[in-house]
């Protein structure tokens, strides 16, 4: 006689089956489950009383699809779907977006019901999030507004929002008319987040700090979206807070030559350019926001420099020259007065 599951678990594996496809095959439920379609039908109809909103498909053979419904029941998860949601939910404590209690409770809620070989693997995940001096806070949004901005880019629909600037001057200045925008992309940045959005009144492409938004209801009508300069998200948000345009690469960008291994210089340099020359010389390319800062940026390094180019840069290293030397000389005439 063939051996039926007990109710409970059967219906713990028809739940289970409802969650990896969209479209079930009553016949085939069936099948998997070892059951009748009578059977099947029963089950159905119990998950439906524990909250579950199972919606019956018509066809030749109908079927059944796990839809949505107005509250969230219980969910099954795999082991490798179980370990991607709590290190999803510890990542999600770090990001700034005024949810990190929720997913504080909700990553303790997920472990205290993960086999312990699962919360072992949890429990090696540890993320540490390291805040920047009181001078600059990270600021919270509130998540009603990162699902309003989402939603408003998702749908493509004008958005209207009061804006305050930290000046009374440029965009979004205090007591200014709501601003008027059709919403492309809401990115996370540097522990920020920003709506990236085509600007109605200022005909031009603009970025706005998200916890600076206050939403209007209601929005306005829907759009087809503009090409977004580069149609890169990445490289256009990049760019604009490099202050390069759109292209996101360094506004000035430099060649030197350093007394260095390059093996040290590599170590010391992010996105920049190091060709070894010789066991202690190398090649310096790369960018600042300025050519002063570039030079400093060089400057670091403990050794000779040569400028390869360009000739900004030549000047921007004479221009601290003269700043160094009147900083020593200033300092060298307040020692011997003393």
Same mark, same amino acid.
């Given at each position: 006689?063939?051996?039926?599951?007990?109710?409970?678990?059967?219906?713990?594996?028809?739940?289970?089956? $409802?969650?990896?496809?969209?479209?079930?095959? =009553?016949?085939?439920?069936?099948?998997?489950?070892?059951?009748?379609?009578?059977?099947?039908?029963?089950?159905?109809?119990?998950?439906?009383?524990?909250?579950?909103?199972?919606?019956?498909?018509?066809?030749?053979?109908?079927?059944?699809?796990?839809?949505?419904?107005?509250?969230?029941?219980?969910?099954?998860?795999?082991?490798?779907?179980?370990?991607?949601?709590?290190?999803?939910?510890?990542?999600?404590?770090?990001?700034?977006?005024?949810?990190?209690?929720?997913?504080?409770?909700?990553?303790?809620?997920?472990?205290?019901?993960?086999?312990?070989?699962?919360?072992?693997?949890?429990?090696?995940?540890?993320?540490?999030?390291?805040?920047?001096?009181?001078?600059? /806070?990270?600021?919270h949004v509130d998540p009603?507004?990162?699902?309003?901005?989402?939603?408003a880019v998702q749908a493509?629909?004008?958005?209207?929002?009061?804006?305050?600037?930290?000046?009374?001057?440029?965009?979004?200045?205090? =007591?200014? /008319?709501?601003?008027?925008?059709?919403?492309?992309?809401?990115?996370?940045?540097?522990?920020?987040?920003?709506?990236?959005?085509?600007?109605?009144?200022?005909?031009?492409?603009?970025?706005?700090?998200?916890? #600076?938004?206050?939403?209007?209801?209601?929005?306005?009508?829907?759009?087809?979206?503009?090409?977004?300069?580069? =149609?890169?998200?990445?490289?256009?948000?990049?760019?604009?807070?490099?202050?390069?345009?759109?292209?996101?690469?360094?506004?000035?960008?430099?060649e030197v030559l350093l007394?260095?291994?390059?093996?040290?210089?590599?170590?010391?340099? #992010?996105?920049?350019?190091?060709?070894?020359?010789? /066991?202690?010389?190398?090649?310096?390319?790369?960018?600042?926001?300025?050519?002063? =800062? $570039?030079?400093?940026?060089?400057?670091?390094?403990?050794?000779?420099?040569?400028?390869?180019?360009?000739?900004?840069?030549?000047?921007?290293?004479?221009?601290?020259?003269?700043?160094?030397?009147?900083?020593?000389?200033?300092?060298?005439?307040?020692?011997?007065?003393?």
């Amino acid at each position: 006689m063939r051996n039926v599951p007990k109710t409970s678990a059967r219906l713990l594996s028809l739940l289970s089956l $409802l969650q990896t496809r969209r479209d079930w095959p =009553g016949t085939l439920l069936a099948e998997r489950l070892e059951v009748s379609p009578r059977t099947v039908r029963r089950d159905v109809d119990r998950l439906r009383e524990l909250g579950y909103p199972i919606v019956a498909i018509k066809g030749p053979d109908g079927g059944y699809r796990l839809g949505a419904g107005a509250q969230l029941p219980p969910l099954l998860f795999d082991d490798e779907q179980a370990v991607a949601l709590a290190v999803a939910l510890q990542l999600a404590t770090t990001t700034g977006a005024g949810i990190e209690e929720a997913a504080a409770r909700a990553l303790n809620t997920v472990r205290q019901v993960m086999p312990a070989r699962l919360r072992h693997r949890i429990d090696a995940f540890q993320v540490t999030a390291v805040d920047r001096p009181a001078a600059r /806070p990270d600021p919270h949004v509130d998540p009603s507004v990162l699902t309003t901005l989402s939603a408003a880019v998702q749908a493509r629909e004008v958005l209207r929002f009061d804006y305050v600037s930290p000046s009374e001057t440029g965009d979004g200045a205090a =007591g200014s /008319p709501p601003r008027q925008v059709q919403p492309h992309h809401l990115v996370s940045w540097d522990r920020r987040w920003y709506l990236v959005a085509w600007d109605l009144d200022r005909n031009d492409w603009r970025i706005f700090r998200a916890d #600076r938004i206050t939403p209007r209801i209601p929005g306005g009508p829907r759009f087809t979206p503009q090409e977004l300069p580069g =149609g890169n998200v990445a490289a256009f948000v990049t760019g604009r807070f490099r202050g390069s345009g759109d292209s996101g690469d360094w506004p000035c960008r430099g060649e030197v030559l350093l007394n260095l291994p390059a093996t040290v210089v590599s170590r010391y340099t #992010r996105d920049a350019v190091v060709e070894e020359l010789g /066991p202690n010389r190398c090649r310096l390319s790369m960018g600042s926001w300025s050519w002063v =800062g $570039l030079a400093a940026a060089i400057g670091r390094f403990d050794a000779d420099i040569e400028v390869v180019g360009p000739a900004e840069l030549h000047a921007a290293f004479a221009r601290l020259a003269h700043r160094y030397t009147d900083a020593a000389s200033h300092g060298t005439n307040t020692l011997a007065d003393d």
